[in-house]
């Protein structure tokens, strides 16, 4: 039996160093990924999903990691245990080759796609707040940025992205 690790940050900003911490000693090979979960294609990924076997075992260090929504990650375990592949959140001690870890993993699964649509919510409102301010004040964005101690372009880039979202959501 095999433990192979995938690790994976969304931007070249961030630091996989704790993940790879966590998995070194636990895993005998590890796989890095510098790519967002919600790319189309993940080919460190893919070719992780490849080399494993019946008995071997998936491992990562978080359970957001791996996964775009509790539907993938459902689905994705699921695939995984048909082919005799386990898996295990190592941060969190939980192993699917265990009815007890396959409900544990299932609930936070759940509890993760809450948060993760909880924190976009969040994010949406405080960019129509933000974007109300401006307005209401008749700052510029790159006068509120500084206030902000952001980039100007990071403020603009999220206020069209929000703006973009708003375009497909339907009424």
């Avoid at 192979?4 to 998995?23: F, K, M, N």
């Avoid at 992780?48 to 509790?70: E, I, N, P, Y």
Wanted: charged fraction near 30%; proline fraction near 2%; charge should be positive.
């Amino acid at each position: 039996m095999k433990k192979i690790a995938y690790i994976r940050v969304s931007t070249p900003d961030q630091r996989h160093d704790r993940q790879v911490e966590g998995l070194k000693n636990l895993c005998d090979e590890l796989h890095i990924e510098t790519l967002s979960a919600c790319s189309a294609r993940r080919p460190v990924y893919d070719k992780v999903l490849k080399r494993l076997k019946s008995g071997d075992m998936l491992v990562v260090w978080d359970l957001d990691r791996a996964f775009r929504s509790v539907v993938d990650a459902l689905t994705e375990a699921e695939k995984l245990r048909a082919r005799g592949v386990h898996f295990q959140i190592a941060n969190l001690s939980i192993d699917t080759s265990t009815p007890a870890g396959i409900f544990v993993y299932t609930m936070l699964s759940a509890l993760a796609e809450f948060e993760r649509r909880t924190l976009s919510q969040r994010t949406k409102e405080g960019m129509e707040a933000a974007r109300k301010r401006i307005a209401a004040s008749g700052k510029s964005t790159a006068s509120v940025a500084r206030e902000m101690g952001v980039k100007h372009w990071t403020l603009s880039r999220s206020l069209k992205r929000q703006d973009a979202m708003q375009e497909h959501v339907l009424p």
